[in-house]
C-alpha cells in the first residue's frame, strides 16, 4: 500500500511550527481507517526516519490529525524542508 494513501497531507499552522523546532514532531492528516502503528510504519516508508511515537486525534470537522514524534537521531525541521513546509 502507498503510505501516502495513509498521510493525507502535512498540517501547518502556528501552532505546529514549535512542534518541529522544539520537540522534533511533524503533524499530518491521515485517513481515518488506519491505527497508530499504521500511521507510524507509512511515515516511516515514505521518510526513511525512524518514529519514537503517534498521538492522534479527531478534530470537530471529523479529520483525523497525527502527531508524529521522531527519534532523537532524525531531525524533523529536515523533513519539513523537503515538504516545503519550513
Same mark, same amino acid.
Request: hydrophobic letters at 40%; charged letters at 35%.
Given at each position: 500500500?502507498?503510505?501516502?494513501?495513509?498521510?493525507?497531507?502535512?498540517?501547518?499552522?502556528?501552532?505546529?511550527?514549535?512542534?518541529?523546532?522544539?520537540? #522534533?514532531?511533524? +503533524?499530518?492528516? *491521515?485517513?481515518?481507517?488506519? !491505527?497508530?502503528?499504521?500511521? $507510524?510504519? %507509512? /511515515?516511516?516508508?515514505?521518510? #526513511?526516519?525512524? +518514529?519514537?511515537? *503517534?498521538?492522534?486525534?479527531? !478534530?470537530?470537522?471529523?479529520? $483525523?490529525? %497525527? /502527531?508524529?514524534?521522531?527519534?532523537?537521531?532524525?531531525?524533523?525541521?529536515?523533513?519539513?524542508?523537503?515538504?516545503?513546509?519550513?
Amino acid at each position: 500500500m502507498d503510505p501516502f494513501e495513509i498521510l493525507k497531507h502535512s498540517y501547518i499552522t502556528e501552532k505546529t511550527v514549535p512542534l518541529v523546532k522544539k520537540e #522534533n514532531k511533524l +503533524v499530518f492528516i *491521515v485517513d481515518r481507517r488506519f !491505527t497508530k502503528k499504521e500511521i $507510524k510504519t %507509512a /511515515f516511516e516508508e515514505a521518510f #526513511n526516519a525512524k +518514529v519514537q511515537s *503517534v498521538r492522534t486525534l479527531i !478534530t470537530r470537522d471529523g479529520k $483525523k490529525k %497525527a /502527531f508524529i514524534k521522531l527519534k532523537p537521531e532524525y531531525n524533523a525541521e529536515n523533513i519539513a524542508a523537503r515538504l516545503g513546509i519550513i
